[in-house]
Structure formats: C-alpha cells, structure tokens
C-alpha cells in the first residue's frame, strides 16, 4: 500500500483506503485502455497479412479465421522485395558501423579534452539535425549524380550516416562522461597508450551506450522514407520505398501491403523490446543516463 | 617506464615513428572524420540551396550561372503556396508537440505509480512499440483502416457508436495526420518523461505530499521543476524531428486531398521533383531551413541547458 496522508485508525481510513482502490482501477483502467489504443492497429496489420487476400477488406471483419502464410510466401517470392529488404539490412547495417566509427572516438575526445567552446560545438553537432532532410537532400541529389553516388548503397550509406552522427557523438558523450578517468589512468600506469586505454578500457566500459545508440540509429535510418525516394530509382532502393511503391500502386493489394509492412516492423520490435532498458539514454541525447 | 625522449625516438624504427604520430595527435585523429562529415552535411546544403535558389537553371559552373536575385523567392511565397505549407506544418507541429507532451507525461506518471514492478516494466516495454513502426508503414497502417469503405475503424464507429464516422483522409486530413503522429511518437515522450520521473527523489515527492497540495500542483510546482532538463530535451528533439516530418503524410495523403496536408518538405518534393523547378524548391527550403534553426535555437536560449551539462 502507498503511503497515506492522514492518521490510520479512524473511520476516515477506510474513505482513504477506497479513494486508494478507486486510483488504482482508474489508473489500470487508462493503461489498458491505451495498452489497446497500442496494440489495435497492430494486431489488425498483422491478422490483415495473415488472411488470404479475399478475405483481408471482408466487412463486418473475421474476427475469428484460419490463418495463413500465403501473403508472406507472395512476398519471399517477389524479387523486387528481398531485394529492397536485402538493401536496407546491408544499408542501414554498414550505416551504423560507420557511423559509430566516426561518432565514438569524436565523442571521447568532446568528453575527456578541454575543448574550446564547448557548448558551442555541441549545439553546432546538434544542428546537423535541425536540417530538414527535404532540404538536405536536394544539394545531395545533384552533386550525387555528378559523384555517380545517385541509386548507389555507399550515397546511401552516406546519408544515413548524417541523420545519426549527432545522436551518437551527444548519447556517447554522456556515457563517457559517466566513466572515470582513473580507470584509464591506471591502464596508463601499467604502460599501455592512449589509445590501448580507449580500446581495452574505455569501450567496454560503454558498451551498454554503444548497443543503445547503435540500435536507435539503425531505427532511424530503417525508417527513412525521403532518401530513398529521392535518391535511388533501381538499385538501392530502401524497403520503405518498396513499401510506398505498393501504396501508391492503382490496385493496391491490401494484404501483401499488411504483409510487407509487418515484415519490416517486427524486427525493430524485437530490437527496441531488446535495448528498452537504455533506450530513454539514447532517445535524449543522453541526456537521461540512469534508469 | 620512462617517457620516451627525443633522442629515443629518433632511434625508432619506422612503424614505431608512425605509431608515435598517431598516439602524440591521438584527439585529432579521433575528431577529424567527424567534423569533416559534419562540415559537408551542415554548411555544404545550406550554401548550396543558397546558390540554387538565386539562379535560373541548376549548373555547377558558377560563372555560367544566371542570376535572378529573389525572384525565385517571390514565386515561392506567390504561386508556390509556401505560406500555406507553412500555416500547415506549424499547425502540425505545435499540436503533434502539445498532445505527444501531455499523453506521454501523463502516461508516464500513472506507469510510474504502479505498484507491481512486473506490471511496470510490461506497461514500459509495451508502450514503446508503436516507435518502431516506420512512417511509411502507418501511412500503410492509416490507409487500410481508416478507409471510408474498407476500413475496421469507420466501420466500428458506424455500428458500435451512434455517430456517423468522418471520412478521416477527406473530411479532416490534418487531424488524421495528427492523430496517427502521435500515435506513432507519443512513445518517444513517454520513454524519456518516464525515466525522468524515477530519477525524481522519493523524499521529495514526499515532502510535497506532507504540505497536503493537490495532485496536479505537486507536478506543476515540484515535480516537472525538477526534471526540468528531461522536459526540455525531449520536447526539443521532439520538436526538431517533428518539423521532418515527411513520409507519413507523403504516404497517406500526398499533401491531399488538394493542399490540406501539404507540409514545407511535401512542397518542397513536389517544386522540385514534380514542377521541376529547383530555384523554387530551394528558396522555400532556404526559409524553412533558417526558419527551424532559428526556432530550435530560440528555444535553446530561452530555456537553455542549464542542468543538462553540469
């Protein structure tokens, strides 16, 4: 039982016992109700790319029916989706790599060096992300055609890397700054480099931001719509624009939609349930590191 | 060990030398990949937008380049409607921004009173999962269940309720962007607000109980005042990412049904890639570019971060 604000013992007790019961039916009684709010659309996407296309639209709906994998196994032979979904796994994957090369050594040195303005530069890693994509992308169209990076995975790669260098230098920042320094300093004192104590010492003492932040980027760039669209026609093309294409398709198949769309959900499911435990660290730049 | 010395150097072989030079300038080394990628993607766009907006027809030879000094700004604002698309994104925006804030806070704080700590961590892990549903996905998502004749949710709202559904992408687009928004990222809100709430001292909340104020003035007064910071980076991320916003509109309406939905970045993509006219296209993305920098760096001021950096 929580707390409570008066004396026990009187007959007002048991007025402040029920007034308890009743916050706690209210409180379940709104969770649950958002719990469905979460998990109707969902569950209707997912039993949507369970029925068989005939039955997908049927109103009123079957709620009760025999579930099949037909939709999935249309989707594992279309080759323009394994080959979008194929892009998007070594995109987004190389994409992440990459950008945690770059962002976590940068991220150590914001957080162990006096660094000149430091707020300054920050907020200026920050701005990166202020940018509208719309706006990036245009000057990036036009100089990838000249580069012959238009329709290519590195052009895309590249992209995806400058929506998620800020969140990884600012989430990575605060993880380092959250390591003390002494532990390096004693790796120091047995004779190893600077760069043996980062290695040996320092990252695997962060690894928790780094799986946090690896993940979050990759969601972020899985989901990426704009790049893709503007940037790709044929080869590199992203499992969101696959998806788009169905949509904007004269006769939408409904139930392949629900099919791919549930395939590209999933696997960020099963990553964010995975990192749920960091993911606020990540989400705000760091900014909340214990939980 | 003693610290290497001149002389001792000197004497190295060369791979010793190369790794003396990679170890003595070890913090640049570590920054330069990132501030060059940087460079490229912060002041490259902007400059180069700039460029395209003030000329006739795209060419990379700038002495080859026609001026036209603003005119491509006039049309904008004239017959590319970027006004409007401004009026609309803000609208977005600013509503998306209110309802995912309080729904997330809310939801947060009646997580965190919970008791059991099985049911706590269920309502955490189950709450979060709308985020990873790509934008594309819920347009897909919006599509098949808000559809006037096809759709569960029209359809249940016509038998189960005694009022006549909307036709929820014709009748009232905006608010369907909205809502589906935050159903999409209120999770995002609520993720952060609620590990600021548990970083709130218990002996606080206490000591606020003890002076017997009510519920809503404890959050007000004691409460969000001491999470200040959480508040303020996630509703500033918040706000960023809302204004880049593209594929979920892009998917369900198109900017539709004529210019109803049609945000700065829809309009943008279609000066661009449909009219074929890039002067227009990047003198409206100049604007809102500058636009948002300037908000985000308003509120940034304003608020500041005190409290997020010690």
């Known amino acids: ?291 | 060990m003693s610290t290497p010395t001149q002389t001792d150097r000197k004497q190295r072989t060369g791979t010793a030398r190369v790794r003396d030079v990679f170890n003595d300038y070890l913090p640049y080394w570590f920054v330069a990949p990132m501030v060059l990628v940087m460079v490229m993607i912060t002041f490259f766009p902007g400059a180069y937008d700039l460029y395209l907006s003030v000329i006739a027809e795209p060419t990379l030879n700038v002495f080859e380049a026609e001026f036209v000094g603003l005119s491509n700004y006039q049309t904008a604002f004239t017959r590319g409607g970027a006004l409007h698309s401004f009026v609309i994104t803000v609208t977005v925006v600013v509503s998306a921004l209110a309802l995912e804030s309080v729904l997330g806070f809310s939801l947060a704080a009646l997580v965190t009173g919970v008791e059991s700590s099985r049911l706590k961590s269920f309502y955490r892990v189950l709450f979060i999962i709308p985020m990873a549903v790509a934008p594309v996905s819920l347009a897909t998502i919006g599509r098949i269940m808000l559809n006037t004749e096809i759709g569960v949710v029209p359809y249940l709202i016509n038998t189960a309720t005694p009022f006549a559904a909307p036709a929820f992408l014709s009748e009232i687009p905006l608010l369907t962007v909205i809502l589906l928004d935050t159903w999409n990222w209120t999770p995002f809100m609520f993720i952060i607000f609620y590990a600021g709430l548990s970083s709130v001292p218990d002996t606080l909340v206490e000591a606020s109980r003890v002076d017997g104020a009510p519920l809503w003035r404890r959050y007000v007064h004691v409460i969000i005042p001491y999470m200040k910071p959480v508040v303020f980076v996630a509703t500033l991320i918040r706000m960023i990412d809302l204004f880049r916003t593209f594929g979920v509109v892009y998917g369900l309406t198109n900017g539709g049904p004529g210019t109803a939905t049609q945000l700065v970045s829809i309009n943008i993509y279609e000066q661009m890639f449909i009219n074929n006219s890039p002067g227009v296209a990047t003198a409206i993305a100049v604007v809102y570019l500058v636009f948002v920098i300037a908000i985000a760096n308003i509120v940034i001021a304003k608020v500041g971060f005190e409290g997020v950096w010690d």
């Open chain 1, 1 to 291: 039982m929580a707390t409570s604000d008066v004396e026990p013992g009187s007959s007002q007790r048991l007025d402040k016992d029920t007034q308890e019961t009743l916050v706690t039916v209210a409180r379940h009684a709104v969770l649950l109700g958002w719990s469905v709010v979460v998990l109707f659309p969902l569950y209707w996407l997912a039993s949507m790319s369970l029925k068989p296309p005939g039955q997908a639209n049927s109103l009123p709906p079957d709620w009760v029916f025999l579930p099949t994998v037909y939709n999935y196994i249309q989707l594992a032979q279309n080759g323009e989706f394994v080959a979008a979904f194929a892009n998007s796994v070594v995109m987004v994957g190389a994409s992440v790599v990459l950008v945690l090369l770059i962002g976590v050594p940068a991220a150590y040195v914001l957080s162990r060096y006096d660094i000149p303005m430091e707020r300054d530069v920050l907020v200026w890693i920050l701005s990166s992300r202020m940018l509208p994509p719309i706006a990036v992308v245009i000057p990036f169209f036009v100089i990838f055609q000249q580069l012959n990076l238009f329709d290519t995975r590195i052009g895309m790669v590249l992209m995806y890397v400058s929506i998620n260098l800020s969140l990884v230098v600012w989430v990575m920042k605060a993880f380092f700054d959250g390591i003390p320094e002494t532990l390096e300093e004693a790796a120091r004192v047995d004779g190893a480099t600077q760069f043996q104590g980062f290695m040996k010492v320092v990252l695997p003492a962060a690894k928790p931001g780094i799986f946090s932040v690896a993940i979050i980027s990759f969601i972020f760039a899985w989901i990426e719509l704009l790049f893709g669209l503007v940037l790709t026609s044929f080869n590199a093309v992203p499992v969101t624009l696959f998806v788009y294409s169905f949509i904007g398709s004269r006769s939408i198949e409904w139930s392949m939609l629900a099919a791919a769309s549930t395939a590209m959900i999933v696997p960020v499911v099963v990553f964010l349930i995975a990192v749920n435990k960091y993911l606020a660290a990540g989400l705000s730049f760091g900014v909340v590191i214990k939980e």
